[in-house]
């Protein structure tokens, strides 16, 4: 413990963004670094607590009292190499996670944790500036072909994996970039997509190999893949998205967040504009829908100049602050003010969409305010109202994956693939699936630890051959 008294004497001091008007001006990420001696004075705070809940509470069990301890020493390099001995991508998780550290660390107990994420985004962030991060090559090549289902961080934490245990995997990826989620669903505002290149580089220097513009289970069949290949990973995420089978549901103007989404990340990436541009400028924007996903929409929206932005959510407003007792070291539900939320957004809760209308294309959205009664919403007489809407976008989350698993002989599980959650076995020898395909829609923290351990258990498969 690099400083006894840290966590009395040093302040929780968080990264800033830059202020909200001048951020929404621009599609470049907002988080703005801090120097790394303040870094390094933030990972003084760490107490190395006997019982570590940081490191529990992460799913990829990031060894967060090792690297606090090496930052504050300025150990930089050694802090880097602690850090990717469990995270093949600190640079994403460092800007998008939502932190469950943050929410078990033991000084969140009066709501001042170490300020882990920024510490981790800053260790991964220098390594790369100083040329810390090269290509791992394996020692011995095993001649293994591992074919890899989808290029989200599920999938290249696996490929990864298996690189660099000597294996040979191959990447297919339906669309024409590399990155899954990370790549057409997260913005640039939060995630620069060069990081995403940046780590591609250094998987095709360990021998990953990348097919994009191939998709699986209808150009190239599973069983092909597994004539051609000693095991297939299926990583193909959970792009099912959840509907609003609702009157008005067909008019021009109601999209899935998604679509929405894509065409902004491409645009910026430099695509052009597409047949059918959807756009918020001048519109009355209603997002339905609380989570990442629904944010996402608000910061885009507001970027590309909305008249005005609306959240709708089903649930009712949660409390300001979680009782501690009750729930620390987990994931507490409490309110939470979102980046984009912050940079202009009205929110409602406790509100059911009744229908969208309009003259062929939508105009208004009507709601009705319900009371949740044990669990079941229930309408509140005399609430229904409406509100105007150009443009509606429904970000309900996803109900599972769009693979075409049975196509393939592949059992679900509801509607995501069936594999267990310790061998990823499938119902299908030699088939093996991971991340969001297989949990269900998740964190990139989650898919990231699921590609490593499905790499693992693929590991192992192959020495039994
Ligand atoms: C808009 C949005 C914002 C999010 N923001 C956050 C966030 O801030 N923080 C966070 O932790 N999580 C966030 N998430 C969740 C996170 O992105 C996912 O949990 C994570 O990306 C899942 O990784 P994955 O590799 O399992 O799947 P994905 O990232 O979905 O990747 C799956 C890939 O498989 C490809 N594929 C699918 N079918 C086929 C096929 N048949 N053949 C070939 N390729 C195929 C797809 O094109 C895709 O590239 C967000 C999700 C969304 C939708
Ligand atoms: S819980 Fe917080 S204070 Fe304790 S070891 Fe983890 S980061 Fe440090």
């Known amino acids: 413990m690099a400083n006894p008294t840290g966590f009395l004497d040093i302040a929780r001091h ?16 907002f988080a703005l670094p801090l120097p790394p001696e303040t870094v390094a004075r933030q ?20 060894l967060i009292p090792d690297w606090n301890e090496l930052v504050s020493e300025q150990d930089w390099k050694a802090a880097s190499e602690r850090l990717h001995a469990t995270n093949n991508f600190p640079e994403f998780t460092g800007r998008v996670c939502p932190a469950p550290c943050e929410a078990a660390c033991t000084l969140n107990l009066d709501d ?77 505002f939060k995630l620069a997509k060069s990081l995403i290149d940046r780590r591609v580089a250094q ?20 069983d092909r893949l597994l ?10 995420g959970a792009e099912r998205p959840r509907d609003l089978a609702i009157p008005g549901r067909e008019l021009a103007g109601v999209h899935y967040a998604m679509d929405y989404l894509t065409q902004q990340n491409r645009r910026v990436a430099g695509d052009g504009e597409t047949a059918e541009p959807i756009t918020a400028t ?8 609380g989570g990442d996903t629904g944010s996402d929409c608000i910061g885009t929206a507001n970027r590309q100049g909305a008249a005005s932005v609306t959240q709708l959510e089903i649930m009712p407003e949660p409390p300001a602050r979680e009782d501690k007792a009750l729930t620390w070291p987990n994931w507490p539900l409490r309110m939470r003010t979102s980046t984009s939320q ?4 009205a929110r409602d809760f406790a509100v059911m969409t009744a229908a969208f209308e309009g003259e062929g294309r939508v105009e208004r ?59 990823f076995a499938t119902s299908r020898p030699r088939v093996f699936a991971c991340g969001d395909a297989r949990r269900g829609q998740s964190l990139v923290v989650w898919a990231i630890r699921e590609g490593r351990d499905c790499a693992a258990a693929v590991h192992k498969a192959l020495s039994r051959l």
């Open 14 to 29: 968080e990264r800033p963004d830059r202020p909200a008007a001048e951020r929404v001006k621009s599609w470049d990420e």
């Open 43 to 62: 990972a003084e705070r760490c107490m190395e607590c006997g019982i570590p809940f940081c490191h529990s509470a992460c799913p990829v069990n990031n």
């Open 282 to 289: 001048g519109k009355h924007v209603v997002v339905i829908g």
């Open 112 to 188: 001042n944790p170490v300020t882990i994420k920024s510490i981790e985004c800053e260790i991964a962030d220098r390594a790369f500036r100083e040329g810390w991060v090269t290509p791992r090559l394996a020692a011995r090549g095993t001649g293994r072909r591992v074919a890899i289902v989808g290029s989200g961080p599920a999938g290249l934490a696996c490929a990864q994996q298996l690189a660099r245990m000597g294996h040979n995997p191959t990447v297919f990826e339906k669309a024409d970039r590399i990155g899954g989620l990370l790549r057409y669903g997260i913005p640039d």
């Open 203 to 222: 998987m095709e220097r360990e021998g990953v190999l990348f097919r994009t513009n191939v998709e699986v289970g209808t150009e190239v069949t599973l």
């Open 365 to 423: 959205l009507r709601f009705t305010r319900i009371r949740w009664d044990e669990g079941r919403p229930e309408p509140v007489e005399g609430s229904d109202s409406h509100i105007p809407a150009d443009l509606v976008l429904l970000a309900m989350g996803f109900t599972g994956t769009s693979f075409p698993a049975q196509g393939g002989g592949l059992e679900l599980a509801g509607e995501s693939i069936l594999a267990g959650a310790k061998d």
């Open 342 to 345: 912050e940079e202009g957004c």
């Open 227 to 236: 004539d051609d290949y000693e095991m297939v990973v299926v990583a193909a």
